[in-house]
Nanobody, 118 residues
Framework: QVQLVESGGGLVQAGGSLRLTCAAS????????MGWYRQAPGKQRELVAA???????DYADSMKGRFTISRDNAKNTVYLQMNSLKPEDTAVYYC????????????WGQGTQVTVSS
């Protein structure tokens, strides 16, 4: 089993930056891709960014150029650097990970709140 623990959320003014961290523990050797999702009140959960074990990244269009996902495989940790934050980025951000085959997000963290004030 894999456990994901997020940290780094908080309150920031528009235009500011935050860095989210997600640490994997347990059977972390079975992880292939890791990613970040977010869910704002009244909205569906959406993909923010993902990165596979080889370092290939994917971003939602609205996050390209502002957010950067990175990964430290030795530490089983994934990061999300968020710059130029906007009030519409306010959401609970969840860390997710696939199993070894990279099919489907099997593991989820508990989420961390990001609030961007205008």
């Amino acid at each position: 089993q894999v456990q994901l623990v997020e940290s780094g959320g908080g309150l920031v003014q528009a235009g500011g930056s935050l860095r989210l961290t997600c640490a994997a523990s347990g059977s972390s050797f079975s992880i292939n891709a890791m990613g970040w999702y977010r869910q704002a009140p009244g909205k569906q959960r959406e993909l923010v960014a993902a990165i596979n074990s080889g370092g290939i990244t994917d971003y939602a269009d609205s996050m390209k150029g502002r957010f950067t996902i990175s990964r430290d495989n030795a530490k089983n940790t994934v990061y999300l650097q968020m710059n130029s934050l906007k009030p519409e980025d306010t959401a609970v951000y969840y860390c997710a990970a696939t199993g070894a085959k990279g099919i489907g997000w099997e593991y989820w963290g508990q989420g961390t709140q990001v609030t961007v004030s205008s």
